[in-house]
């Protein structure tokens, strides 16, 4: 079946721009989490939703960065007024489980391709 | 705070070789998972440790955890050029999958 997708692929934004980025999860994907990469670096978390509920949004670097999961499906992550500092991969994961001790919480996460966000 | 650290960082070796890379972490954790990442790819999951003294192996990869000393192993035996990626381990802080991730071991395997 088809895995997490994600669009755009890569997006370049002048500093100041708000952008928007999409994630599909896999279908029937219970729990679906954001992650920035910096160059370099390891993913580090933003936020988790569960169906539609936001659950942990304590990575989320500032309150320029909203999150979003509305039928519990599709989520968006936006931007607004974006800085260079922004400039990063934006990964999605999903996984069927409730992501809570117990039932599923063993669950891997399965990745997006990621958004390559330039700030220019 | 959660702080994984991952030893080392770069590793280039000769295929046929054998080699470990190593996961420490710094608070209670009782599962963890590796990942592997290509350039410009996106993670693909290796292994999910569960307990303590958990060990999973995947072809010339295998993986433990000893939760008591916090840390988990990734050992690469007879390397092969295909095995040549990043490599992140990623303890579950929460129990509610979130993941913090290490610093990656980059590791480049040379014919």
């Known amino acids: 079946g088809a895995g997490v997708s994600q669009s755009p692929r890569y997006k370049v934004a002048k500093r100041g721009q708000d952008v928007a980025l999409r994630c599909d999860p896999i279908?029937?994907?219970?729990?679906l989490f954001w992650y920035q990469q910096a160059l370099g670096q390891g993913p580090e978390f933003l936020t988790y939703?569960?169906?539609?509920?936001?659950?942990?949004k304590s990575g989320l670097p500032s309150d320029r960065f909203f999150a979003e999961r509305p039928e519990g499906s599709v989520s968006t992550l936006k931007i607004q007024r974006t800085q260079q500092e922004d400039s990063a991969v934006y990964l999605c994961?999903?996984?069927?489980?409730?992501?809570?001790?117990?039932?599923?919480?063993?669950?891997?996460?399965?990745f997006g391709p990621g958004t390559r966000l330039t700030v220019l | 705070e959660l702080k994984v650290e991952q030893n080392p960082l770069f590793l280039s070796m000769q295929e046929g070789k054998n080699y470990t890379i190593y996961c420490n972490y710094s608070?209670?954790?009782?599962?963890l998972y590796w990942y592997r990442q290509d350039p410009g790819k996106s993670l693909e999951s290796l292994f999910v440790?569960?307990?303590?003294?958990a060990v999973k192996q995947e072809g010339r990869l295998m993986a433990s955890l000893d939760t008591k000393a916090r840390l988990s192993t990734l050992h690469i035996t007879a390397a092969v050029h295909d095995l040549s990626a990043t490599y992140f381990c990623?303890?579950?802080?929460?129990?509610?999958?979130?993941?913090?991730f290490g610093q990656g071991t980059r590791l480049t395997i040379n014919p």
């Open positions: 994961a999903s996984t069927p489980g409730w992501g809570l001790a117990g039932a599923g919480s063993t669950d891997t996460q399965y």
């Open positions: 279908s029937g994907h219970v729990s």
């Open positions: 939703f569960q169906n539609e509920a936001q659950l942990d």
């Open positions: 608070t209670t954790s009782d599962r």
């Open positions: 440790l569960l307990s303590n003294g």
């Open positions: 990623a303890p579950d802080l929460s129990r509610a999958q979130k993941l913090v």
